[in-house]
């Protein structure tokens, strides 16, 4: 068999593996359902409180996997984007902060604004999305500053201040812990430890209303990735705007991760762990590689979530699931010898 067509098997077994995540995300729980019977229900016309299996599939189950469908394709989007734009093989949300920073927006809004007059709804969106997208993209104003110097900026040394950034992100989120009023702990620590176990659609609409706009705009910088990939004086010389694509990227990015983050919390690695695995398999043509991503990135956070149902009696914090995987992943990437750039 030629190479590329064993790409391409590879590339279509990848996509079934992903749809099949989802799919199993909808029939494995707590309970074992059955298709079968939730088809049966559907065809009975009863009223839903009286349908056992489709109440399960419909009020549970199906919003929780389209949770994790669409924040885990959009992570993986953004971590590819990132990594793209900065050459650096370390570049996500999480890795630069940009997460961090989300949860500490969405954790300064739910203490210190909850209650108060500012506590208004903007466009559609909350509070915690609203402060969540300000903090994130205070975040990315320094990285962009870093990153448009005409001196240029070593990758290690961005990816450097985002830990940092990050780090001091998390001293923030300790401080609001210890402002917040005892019934509001509970709830917020088992968010930020990411979770997409929602009922009913309230959460998808949010993801809905924000992600996919944000989305398709970062697709279509595909093609300005491709040439920035080559290097960034070549990329100008063939007519690529370096700064707007840079100012468009982080922009669109930490929309996206503050729409995941005040939403499910901070799952990290995501955006490291989809690019890199879908890479290997179709290089490093954009155009390619940002749209499997998108696709994986679902299909991986469903099979986490998978994980979080079943590793513990009652359910793993899918945070804890992402990271125990996501953790020796990057230990991996960091020892590589190419570490520092993508020549």
């Known amino acids: 068999m030629t190479a590329p067509r064993i790409r391409w098997t590879l590339v279509a077994a990848l996509v079934v593996l992903s749809l099949s995540m989802i799919v199993a995300s909808l029939l494995i729980g707590a309970e074992s359902l059955s298709m079968a019977q939730g088809w049966r229900e559907w065809r009975s016309d009863e009223p839903l409180a009286h349908c056992p299996t489709l109440s399960i599939l419909v009020q549970q189950r199906l919003p929780r996997t389209l949770t994790a469908l669409i924040a885990g394709a959009a992570l993986a989007l953004v971590g590819c984007s990132f990594q793209a734009l900065l050459r650096n093989p370390l570049a996500t949300p999480y890795t630069l902060g940009v997460s961090s920073a989300g949860a500490l927006g969405a954790w300064t809004a739910t203490v210190l604004v909850q209650g108060t007059p500012l506590w208004v709804t903007v466009l559609g969106f909350s509070p915690i999305q609203v402060f969540a997208f300000v903090f994130c993209a205070l975040d990315v104003l320094i990285l962009y500053t870093l990153a448009s110097r005409r001196q240029r900026i070593s990758p290690s040394v961005l990816l450097l201040t985002g830990v940092t950034i990050g780090m001091l ?76 694509l840079q100012a468009v990227t982080f922009l669109l990015g930490s929309l996206l991760t503050a729409v995941v983050v005040s939403t499910v919390g901070p799952i990290g690695f995501v955006g490291l762990i989809v690019p890199h695995s879908v890479r290997a398999i179709t290089g490093s043509r954009h155009r390619i590689l940002m749209p499997l991503t998108l696709i994986a990135g ?39 010898k190419r570490f520092t750039d993508w020549g």
């Open 169 to 244: 992100a998390n001293a923030g989120i300790f401080l609001m812990r210890y402002l917040a009023m005892p019934d509001k702990l509970m709830m917020m620590d088992r968010w930020i430890m990411g979770a997409v176990d929602v009922i009913g659609y309230k959460e998808v609409l949010t993801l809905l209303i924000g992600a996919p706009p944000c989305a398709v705009m970062l697709l279509a910088q595909a093609g300005k990735f491709d040439q920035l990939g080559f290097s960034v004086e070549i990329a100008e010389g063939r007519g690529v705007n370096v700064g707007r």
């Open 298 to 336: 679902g299909g991986f956070l469903c099979f986490c979530d998978i994980a979080a149902r079943r590793l513990v009696t009652g359910e793993a914090p899918l945070g804890i699931v992402t990271a125990l995987i996501g953790g020796p992943f990057f230990l991996y990437l960091l020892l590589r």
